[in-house]
DNA sequence: ATCATTTGAGACATTTATGTCGCAAATGAT
DNA sequence: ATCATTTGCGACATAAATGTCTCAAATGAT
């Protein structure tokens, strides 16, 4: 039975979701094609990657225009911007689910990739920004630290989800008040801001399988 | 001149966290030594991972210890555990800061690193834990979210770091605010907690450099 | 049944990285 | 100055992954 080009990416997006650093003839045989026929779709693991790497990011442009990120930007509305802002968080947690590899996969330092994800992360800042104008987003943190937020809790959703940490169903919830609103109870102070010692590294658990 | 091993340690480390990839060639060159140098200092650079692991998670655990976890968690006391709170994390920031590429080495999942890391992890819990029941800590979510979003907020902070998307003096505060408070404006309703269609995956930032 | 197309198998070549080794050179100690 | 120790160099070996190629086998079309 013929595979066909779109069924082996499926695969191997699968597959290296469970095996970031899986070989070609890992993939091939997750696919279940041969390394001569994987070698007939792709010319090489880094085109094959490339290709990869597209499709999330054609994910995370679509999860941009159904939220309606850049109607929210003009219209300025801050239940607009509310909705659009919570309908992205939903769709980003579909997006890290389904190619969740690539999201520290090294190789979107890629030039064409590198543009693509620029280009997507600037209509998020503007979001953040227009957030922040109509009163949603808070004004006293940097955009840019918003953003890079939003990619840490996406990467908290794919631990969770490889771990089993959190039901599936809950994610949404649990992301947009966390994003929103802290882990902190309401109402109380945060932290008392004070420095720790040089200390610690995180949990090591990213890679855990 | 002699290099020391504890050199080469410190070299490899910020070697690492500038090309995670970097073969033993880089990480000798950068070091200031020859191949076979490094070689007498670690058997493989499977060795050399194994040692950087420890280190981080040494610091991983001085963090904790410095914050005073374990006598937080025993006390119960809100004010006891904001404090330990928020000294962690500005631990943590330090070693996130010294220790980036460690946070998705994939090199973590081999059992004795593991395994520490697990246990390390546990008392962080029981400090989530206890921050819930003494009324820092929100209740509503899950105390392993919280771990993986501590976690994530960590890569953002490496991400700001490394892009210079926020100063290094403002990290604490940020990190701080958004753990405890989130983005949102202060008394807006958290998002509508519609999800959005499949959708994009997050900033492909990571591994930018 | 026959022909055309696609695929799998596996041999072979290439590439890159790692690991080992011997010895001259450099460095350090006396 | 001499001796001991350490290091760098680069050759060599090993390993793993990737890429290429040929051809028989399998599959699909007629």
């Known amino acids: 039975m ?5 069924q082996i990416i499926v695969a191997a997006i699968q597959h290296l979701n469970h095996d970031p650093a899986a070989s070609i003839a890992d993939i091939a045989e997750a696919a279940g094609v041969s ?4 070698h007939r779709h792709f010319t090489s693991r880094e085109d094959l990657l490339l290709v990869l790497n597209h499709r999330a990011l054609d994910l995370w442009k679509d999860a941009q225009v159904k939220a309606g990120v850049e109607e929210a ?16 968080l939903s769709g980003l947690i579909d997006a890290a689910e389904e ?15 590198r ?16 957030a922040q104008r109509a009163g949603v987003l808070r004004a006293d943190l940097p955009v840019r630290w918003i953003s890079n937020t939003v990619y840490g809790l996406l990467l908290a959703v794919r631990e969770s989800l490889n771990r ?15 994003f929103f609103r802290g882990a902190g109870e309401r109402g109380t102070q945060s932290g008392a801001g004070e420095r720790g010692p040089g200390s610690g590294g995180g949990p090591q658990s990213a890679g855990s399988a």
């Open 2 to 6: 013929a595979v066909s080009r779109d």
């Open 35 to 38: 390394r001569a026929t994987l």
């Open 73 to 88: 930007v003009r219209s300025g509305e801050p239940a607009v911007i509310t909705t659009a802002l919570s309908e992205m």
């Open 99 to 113: 190619y969740s590899f690539v999201l520290t996969d090294l190789g979107m330092s890629v030039p064409e990739l």
């Open 115 to 130: 543009e693509r994800s620029d280009e997507l992360e600037g209509r998020e800042l503007a979001l953040y920004q227009a």
């Open 164 to 178: 089993g940490d959190v039901a599936r169903r809950d994610l949404p919830r649990v992301l947009h008040e966390t």
